[in-house]
Structures are given as structure tokens and as C-alpha cells.
Nanobody, 125 residues
Framework: VQLQASGGGLVQAGGSLRLSCAAS????????MGWFRQAPGQEREFVAA????????YYADPVKGRFTISGDNAKNTVDLQMNSLKPEDAAVYYC???????????????????WGQGTQVTVSS
């Protein structure tokens, strides 16, 4: 399994960015795909996730209402649309994947066993 994250960059506070994660190496229909972020000196934290089997999504409280996660099964991509960005959103963003069915929310890094390389998001104030 390979995950390739892209779309990071520099944006002013209040602006938008769209991150994309391209997955390859197997069928992902029963996978949970997540986005995490890690700022310097901070632990990696959950941002959002989507269950490809059922399409359910869930978000960390700090990004609810501003970020939207979506998946394209045909292209094996998972996007993270980030609006109304704040300086505190600045971090390296990682996409991650884990095989999983059911409705249990997976919000901890140790729950995922496939990781992309990360893409930098910088938000200027």
C-alpha cells in the first residue's frame, strides 16, 4: 500500500487549500482513510477520517465546519478541503489508512498502519 499526499502550500489566514491523498497497491473499499497533522514540537493529531465502505465521515473539533473530507472510489483518492484556515492549522499533514469495517471511529495514529509522506501547510497571519 502506498499513500501519496499533495496539495500543501502557503496560504493567508482565512484562505483555503485542498489536500489530496492518492492511494495505490490494493483495493481500498473496506478501508478507513484519515488525515492527521503534526506541528513542530507537537504530537501528531487527528484531523478527519472517512470510511470508504459506508462513506461516514468524522472530524476533530477544531476543524469541524471548516474542513471537509471526501473520497473518490474510482480514483482511489481522498481529499481534504480546508477553508477559513487559521495560523494554528499550520502543520505537516499526513494521510493514513487502515483496513476497517464497522462504525468505530479511528482517531489515534496507532490505529492506522499505512502512512503517506506528509505535505506542509503554512498559514500566514
Amino acid at each position: 500500500v502506498q499513500l501519496q499526499a499533495s496539495g500543501g502550500g502557503l496560504v493567508q489566514a482565512g484562505g483555503s487549500l485542498r489536500l489530496s491523498c492518492a492511494a495505490s497497491g490494493r483495493t481500498f473499499s473496506n478501508f478507513v482513510m484519515g488525515w492527521f497533522r503534526q506541528a513542530p514540537g507537537q504530537e501528531r493529531e487527528f484531523v478527519a477520517a472517512i470510511s470508504w465502505s459506508g462513506g461516514s465521515t468524522y472530524y476533530a473539533d477544531p476543524v469541524k465546519g471548516r474542513f471537509t473530507i471526501s473520497g473518490d472510489n474510482a480514483k482511489n483518492t481522498v481529499d481534504l478541503q480546508m477553508n477559513s484556515l487559521k495560523p494554528e492549522d499550520a502543520a505537516v499533514y499526513y494521510c493514513a489508512a487502515v483496513y476497517g469495517l464497522g462504525h468505530r471511529q479511528r482517531t489515534k495514529p496507532y490505529e492506522y498502519n499505512y502512512w503517506g509522506q506528509g505535505t506542509q501547510v503554512t498559514v500566514s497571519s
